[in-house]
């Protein structure tokens, strides 16, 4: 994709059947993004350049449904006259290199208009412990020289599950739930990777490092402070009413009840201080 202020360039690959023999998955992926607006004196700009290789592999136990992948993941954010609270720099770098691996079972057959099954998602994200060993004085230090290698933990999980209730009408139920931390509390949280809750969970497109979480019925990003936070929940509920079954174009309908919220800091959590949304849609 590509546009005036944002653009987007990505290659991937992908084997599901590495060997011919099973299905263990090969993919690697290659990207580039790049966002840049006019100031008044001249052009600031983010680019931010990945490359990722995974591996996955389907489970037999508990049961057939489960599958396992891993990934390494290596990110370069470039900055130019990049106007930013998070540090103290406007021009240098950042490199992220982590270990990721999702777990996960998925017993839903029709991913257009389940009717039944479940999907359950756990997500571990790690970086080196830079911190151990590196010598850098984070209280003291520069912001350039203690984010040039981002330092953080991230965990995340969600659930969904579908179940018709009477005749085509189905109920759909949903929860997620995200932690970001740090190896050393003298570093704290990293400038990028951070949540940021509220509205329809597509602007942003993830350009600075962020990770955007949908939330209807609030304005995006609105339910986290400005520089994001550091965990947050979200629950959901959906009745759906089919009223086109047309593999080739199936509208249905559907009432929703939504809850979630951002918190700062696990001091500052609390399961209970939620925000609500009510709507429906087709």
């Not at 944002?6 to 299905?23: D, H, V």
């Not at 350039?144 to 109920?171: A, I, S």
Request: charged share 20%; no cysteine; glycine share 10%.
């Amino acid at each position: 994709s590509n546009g005036a202020y944002y653009q987007n360039y990505s290659i991937s690959f992908e084997e599901p059947w590495m060997g011919g023999r099973k299905p263990n998955s090969f993919s690697i992926s290659l990207w580039k993004t790049i966002q840049s607006f006019e100031t008044d004196e001249n052009q600031s700009k983010m680019d931010i350049s990945g490359l990722s290789i995974g591996f996955g592999k389907r489970l037999t136990w508990p049961d057939d449904y489960f599958t396992i992948t891993h990934s390494i993941n290596l990110q370069r954010y470039n900055l130019e006259n990049y106007q930013t609270s998070l540090f103290d720099f406007n021009d240098g770098f950042s490199n992220n290199i982590n270990y990721a691996t999702t777990f996960s079972r998925n017993s839903i057959f029709n991913p257009i208009y389940p009717r039944s099954g479940s999907k359950f998602t756990m997500y571990l994200e790690l970086t080196p412990p830079y911190s151990l060993f590196n010598n850098i004085n984070y209280e003291t230090d520069a912001d350039q020289k203690k984010y040039k290698f981002l330092e953080y933990n991230k965990f995340k999980m969600n659930g969904t599950w579908y179940n018709t209730l009477l005749g085509d009408l189905v109920l759909r139920t949903h929860f997620e739930l995200g932690f970001l931390g740090t190896y050393n509390s003298n570093v704290g949280l990293p400038p990028f990777e951070r949540f940021f809750v509220g509205g329809d969970g597509l602007s942003g497109y993830s350009i600075d490092g962020r990770e955007i979480i949908a939330l209807r019925g609030y304005p995006n990003g609105s339910l986290s402070g400005s520089s994001g936070d550091a965990l947050y929940s979200k629950y959901n509920i959906e009745l759906r009413y089919p009223i086109s079954l047309n593999p080739n174009s199936t509208i249905y309908a559907l009432l929703f009840g939504e809850t979630g919220n951002s918190w700062s800091d696990y001091n500052n959590f609390n399961p209970f201080e939620l925000r609500k949304s009510l709507g429906g849609g087709i």
